[in-house]
């Protein structure tokens, strides 16, 4: 008995040693290349049964330079996804019809119907200009979507011909004769975007928002931008009448019966951005995401209800110091689910239509929210910054119970689990500081996997856009802060004034003082990581796009802090020269409100916070790139800063891709954008022994 004892202990002992092998054995490191492995998942909708899942997968192509995105169907209750589209076309936005017995989708620029195991298919569209967001009447006799054609055209055959006509032409050039001719990476020429209904069963489109305006508007608002009324009769849309949209804001809900008709105009009375148009299911109620400041697209996105038997609107949350985004109605229309931002995430929310009184469910970083018909189910994306998106669901019962917010979520996909866990990615860390003023400033710290708080390691500080955005909790592709830990970095990634999710008065200041207290809140926060003792101080690089490549072009004008100094800078699509740049972007509203003015009538602004006069200063080793298709940081201003660079002498390097625009997104591009980025950080910031 002895010796069988004694033969277990060593037995337990041996697989012990080998259990604490295998943890101690090194993880293998992600990379750029495992980045473009993620099958990206998106756009949950959930069957009118409840029992059913549809969504897409998109997996980049980086021999092809292109991503394809397929559709699949997962049971609510769990267990192994279904592909129901496949081939080298892609096939997006699944969308159920009220019977539950078929799929409305895109591929090939044209809306199909498939049924739900993924057959019978058939092409629906055959329209010349491409259909878009397809969306079912609630009678399921009729699928609007978008498109854009010539508003001058009565039929597809004149959009055709027109289109024919300017692709046999020897002559490509573009032709504009008002403002907002561009937008994005794309020329809009004469075309307009409008709403256009089909049957569902296939037939003649009918264009419901005819005329010279965009329907929905080109910016400012989720793709879908239309809603049908429960009974079938009526769209409602939002559309932008101003004379001079590359200046405006100023959207409103229309209101058009689906027979055809004028539309009808809702909210006049606001001259900032009313938008997503959603009814209720009872068909009294209109909600309506909207902005009360003209010329102001960060303004705080207010929810709007409009009483149809009234004729009253109100606003539902008024005292929500947040954003309201991704927004539904409850089943029995008497609350209103959506989420905000909150420091870093956004949560689930409840909102009584009765009294206003506000719930919140779920934690996390959610979207893409749906309901079961029946209010017992909620299904929704998450990710964190180290897990990229999947589908979750969540009782409502069971949050009821648990007597309010938490986080009873269930995570219905496991598309890249497998792949995730060989690299032990470590979650974003909040941490705080003291910016200008003394007012609090959040962040966030990514480490690396094997981090060991006995080493030091290079810092790099990532500066997000907008300028008003943020870094949040959640999985991102273009600047991905694990792909930096990975390479052995401490990552900071703040969010200084102008930022979303600490409050509006947070937000707003940002505007007219694009160099001053942001850039003071950027110094603190990364002069106290620099303290930290993991962190080697005299190793720190900054990076950024749009706004915070602006940024980054600013500290190289102004890098002169005490406390600690940028080795090397990395600049993307950064705004660089104000003026000019006013003079080549499309969305003049932008630099208007920013800036206070024009500037030949207001300089005064675009030329204090300019950093091309500060180029007598610029000394730091910078990495400049952009992309020639990027139509709201225009390329010159890419150009002129590697000049500026190069005629000081200063070390700096230019990469500019062709066919890319104010993101690096196809897979190859992105490969050589992120490979190109790390080897210049690394070739500053690491030891060369």
């Known amino acids: 008995m002895k010796r069988l004892v004694a033969r277990l202990c060593v037995f337990a002992l041996a697989l012990c040693a080998a259990a604490l092998a295998q943890a101690q054995a090194p993880r293998a490191r992600f990379t750029v290349q495992d980045l473009l492995k993620i099958r990206r998942v998106a756009d949950p909708q959930l069957s009118p049964d409840g029992h059913w899942v549809a969504y897409q997968i998109t997996l980049p192509d980086v021999a092809a330079n292109r991503s394809v995105t397929q559709i699949y169907l997962i049971a609510t ?21 009220p019977d539950g017995k078929a799929l409305a989708f895109v591929s090939g ?35 609007a979507f978008a498109t854009d054609v010539y508003p001058d055209c009565a039929d597809d055959a004149c959009n055709r011909a027109r289109d ?10 573009h032709v504009a004769t008002r403002l907002l001719y561009r937008h994005w990476t794309e020329w809009k020429g004469d075309k307009r975007t409008h709403v256009f209904v089909v049957p569902s069963a296939g037939g003649a489109a009918r264009d419901l928002t005819p005329g010279d305006f965009d329907a929905p508007p080109f910016s400012l608002g989720d793709p879908v931008d239309y809603a049908f009324s429960p009974d079938s009769k009526e769209l409602a849309f939002a559309r932008n009448t101003d004379t001079i949209e590359a200046a405006s804001t100023n959207a409103d809900i229309f209101l058009v019966p689906v027979a055809g008709g004028e539309p009808v105009r809702l909210t006049g009375g606001n001259r ?12 009294r109620y209109l909600a309506y995401r909207s902005q009360a400041t003209a010329g102001f697209e960060s303004d705080r996105w207010r929810l709007m209800l409009y009483d149809r038997q009234t004729k009253q609107t109100r606003e539902l949350l008024p005292k929500l110091d947040a954003y309201v985004d991704d ?26 239509l009765a009294d206003g009184s506000t719930r919140k469910l779920i934690g996390g970083f959610d979207g893409d929210l749906q309901i079961s018909r029946d209010s017992r189910l909620l299904v929704f994306t998450r990710s964190t910054a180290a897990s990229p998106s999947e589908i979750y669901t969540a009782r409502l019962d069971g949050i009821v119970a648990a007597g309010g917010a938490g986080n009873q979520a269930v995570q219905l996909t496991h598309t890249n689990d497998a792949l995730m866990q060989q690299f032990g990615l470590r979650p974003a860390e909040e941490t705080t500081w003291a910016g200008a003023s003394g007012t609090k400033i959040a962040g966030w710290i990514v480490k690396p996997p094997d981090f060991d708080s006995s080493k030091k390691y290079p ?24 792909i930096y830990a990975a390479d052995g970095y401490v990552v900071l990634m703040p969010n200084p004034r102008g930022s979303t999710g600490y409050g509006q008065q947070l937000t707003n200041e940002i505007s007219g003082d694009w160099g001053g207290k942001a850039y003071t809140d950027i110094m603190n926060g990364v002069a ?21 490549g602006y940024m980054v072009d600013w500290i190289l004008g102004h890098n002169d802090d005490p406390r600690f100094h940028f080795k090397t800078l990395v600049s993307h699509a950064g705004v660089f020269n104000l003026t000019s740049m006013y003079g080549a972007t499309e969305e003049l509203w932008f630099a208007e409100w920013e800036f206070k003015g024009v500037p030949w009538e207001h300089p005064e602004l675009y030329e204090k916070w300019s950093p091309h006069l500060f180029a007598k200063n610029f000394h730091t080793p910078t990495l400049v790139t952009g992309g020639e298709l990027d139509f709201r940081v225009p390329v010159d201003q890419d150009l002129q800063l590697f000049t500026y660079l190069q005629r000081q002498g200063v070390e700096s390097k230019l990469v500019v891709f062709p066919d890319e625009g104010h993101w690096i997104l196809k897979p190859a591009d992105s490969q050589l954008w992120y490979t190109t980025v790390l080897d210049w950080l690394d070739s500053h910031l690491k030891s060369k022994t």
């Open 77 to 97: 209750g769990g267990g192994e996804p279904k592909q129901l589209t496949d081939g080298a076309a892609s096939a997006s936005e699944p969308r159920w019809s």
């Open 109 to 143: 620029d044209q809306l199909w119907t498939m049924d739900a195991s993924g057959g019978g298919r058939k092409q629906i569209t055959s329209v010349s200009t491409g259909a878009d967001g397809p969306l079912w009447s609630p009678d399921g006799k009729w699928i």
């Open 164 to 173: 024919e006509q300017a692709a046999a032409s020897k002559a490509k050039a």
């Open 272 to 283: 900032g951005a009313d938008k997503t148009p959603r009814y209720s299911p009872d068909g």
């Open 327 to 352: 927004f539904t109605f409850a089943p029995d229309g008497g609350s209103i689910y959506f989420v905000s931002g909150e420091r870093g995430v956004e949560p689930i929310f409840n909102v009584s």
């Open 459 to 482: 810092l790099v500080v990532l500066i997000h856009g907008g300028p008003q955005g943020a870094w949040d909790d959640n999985w991102g592709y273009r600047w991905n802060p694990q």
């Open 528 to 548: 106290e990581v620099a303290s930290l003792p993991y962190v080697d101080k005299n190793n720190i690089g900054a990076a950024g796009a749009s706004y915070g």
